[in-house]
């Protein structure tokens, strides 16, 4: 059923279509590090796979629906409606401030939205995949799930509590069932014919047992409260916020018009990426609606890793949530992607601390590639007249250091389309060790005196590697690639993967601006932490 695995497909209009999505964020609470970190993932995913020619389609937004949500409007002292619109706002600042590059922001209570659950109701309930029944169980708000009793777990004073910690409260009301029991062998029978279509491998074997372990219908509506999506013709209920949230991602790609130039093009989605809480909904509960209502699932669902801060967890309780507007304040936008990004292995847990990311900035960023970079240009500013070297014959050193340039784009494809940014940064990086060497091992400072010509050679081939490094870096510190493009007059239209290689090269005798550091030290405020 899927198609295109991980190398995009001819799509309507011709070209390889890309559509990645975020998860839409629940608007109860203030979006912290944890919500930056998912969106920045898919951000670096979405503009890698434009930069390589895809015609991409990458969604976020707000989930905005459902007993958590009306709970926090109330505590806030505001209508449902006045509470989201505010919080909303707040997520899509955040989308903007980090330089995301997000083609569409969704709203759950936009008018499409509605429009595309309840089409995808009715859908359900004509095939005969939905039932009216009466739910009596626990739920847990916080996380907006059902739990069966043996899943429990023993709580402080003999409370009992959701596997996740979460407190449950018993509820007995009326309810439309989805018949998920009917699904598990197909379920299954997918993940065996669709190897990639979760990771990483450790949540994917948890999946594929969760589902062997037996599947029990699915509650699918509340009547208990009303802020939610109406079902069709039974207005007593408004839709479990669990199916009006998935819902989006198909409402993005035009749904229910699956005759859509949209729909065509992007639907079945790339990715769905997520953080590891929610693999169940994603990975068992989606793509059965989907299968139910005659749709093709996505062709990927990744799940990364849980961040925790000094070792604990994030939580508004314990006061030590990360904001993400004070880590760009105080390390720079680019630096907290690079960061983010390459700390921990993409699909681990993670652990923020001040000293870590000020390694990072210090270590990879200003020495490894600010002082190559800088070290560079300068030269070239003094000693070559300001503009691209004019090069003579590559010697076996040049050409080697060239060939690992040249070579990054499909070193780094395959980590990309399997999430593995860590090791693509590694692999980037590994190149810029190459060309630190190549520098003190050629010394262009002395070949000035002794071989200018020699020098100039060297120099070029060291601007060249940069202009590499420069393009392949750009989806995780897009303003910064952009300043060192600059600094080697590489125009905005010679920026893509169809410039990387000998054709794109640099011309020598091209002037260059003046050059600047692009990457500072960190250095420690005085009575601060970092
Ligand atoms: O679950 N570390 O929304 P949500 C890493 N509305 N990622 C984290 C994190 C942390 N400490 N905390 C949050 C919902 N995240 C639903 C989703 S989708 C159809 C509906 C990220 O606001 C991570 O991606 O609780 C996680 O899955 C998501 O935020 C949960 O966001």
Partial sequence: MAKGQDTGEEGVGGGRSFYITTPIYYVNDVPHIGHAYTTLSCDVLARFKRLDGFDVHFLTGTDEHGQKVEKASQVAGMTPQDFVDKVSANFRDLVAAMNA???????????????????????????????????????????EAYYAESELIDGPAGKKLAPTGAEVEWVEEPSYFFKLSAWQDRL???????????????????????????????????????????????????????????????????????????????????????????????????????????????????????????????????????????????????????????????????????????????????????????????????????????????????????????????AARPLFDSQAFHKALETIWAVIGDANRYVDAQAPWTLRKTDPDRMATVLYALAETIRHLAILIQPF?????AKLLDQLAV????????DLGANGALRPGTALPKPEGVFPRYVEEEGGEG
């Avoid at 429009?115 to 626990?138: D, H, P, T, V």
């Avoid at 923020?352 to 270590?363: D, H, L, Q």
């Avoid at 510190?477 to 690639?481: K, V």
């Fill in 101 to 143: 590059s997000n083609d569409d922001f969704i709203r759950t209570t936009e008018t499409r939205h509605t429009e595309a659950c309840q089409a995808l109701w009715r859908e359900l309930a004509a095939r005969g995949e939905i039932y009216l029944g009466s739910y009596s169980g626990w739920y847990a708000v916080r996380d």
């Fill in 188 to 410: 299954l029978a997918y993940y065996e014919a669709n190897p990639d279509f979760i990771g990483p491998d450790s949540r994917r074997n948890e999946v594929v047992s969760f589902v062997k372990g037996g599947l029990l219908d699915l509650s699918v509506s509340r009547t208990s409260f009303n802020w939610g999506v109406p079902v069709p013709d039974d207005p007593a209920h408004v839709m479990y916020v669990w199916i009006d949230a998935l819902t989006n991602y198909i409402t993005a790609a035009g749904y229910p018009d699956t005759d859509s130039a949209l729909y065509r093009r992007f639907w079945p989605a790339d990715l769905h990426m997520i953080g590891k809480d929610i693999i169940r909904f994603h990975a068992v509960y989606w793509p059965a609606f989907l299968m139910a209502a005659g749709l093709e699932p996505p062709k990927r669902v990744y799940a990364h890793g849980w961040w925790t801060n000094e070792g604990q967890k994030i939580s508004k309780s314990l006061g030590n949530i990360i904001d993400p507007y004070d880590l760009f304040a105080r390390y720079g936008l680019d630096q907290t992607r690079y960061f983010l990004m390459r700390e921990v292995p993409f699909g681990n847990d993670g652990d923020f601390s001040p000293r870590a990311i000020a390694n990072r900035i210090n270590g990879d960023l200003a020495n490894d590639l600010g002082n190559l970079a800088q070290r560079v240009l300068s030269m070239i500013g003094k000693n070559c007249g300001a503009a691209v070297p004019q090069r003579g014959p590559f010697s076996p050193e040049d050409e080697a250091l060239l060939s690992s340039a040249h070579g990054l784009l499909d």
């Fill in 477 to 481: 510190m897009p303003e910064s690639c």
């Fill in 491 to 498: 125009e905005e239209g010679a920026r893509g993967f169809a």
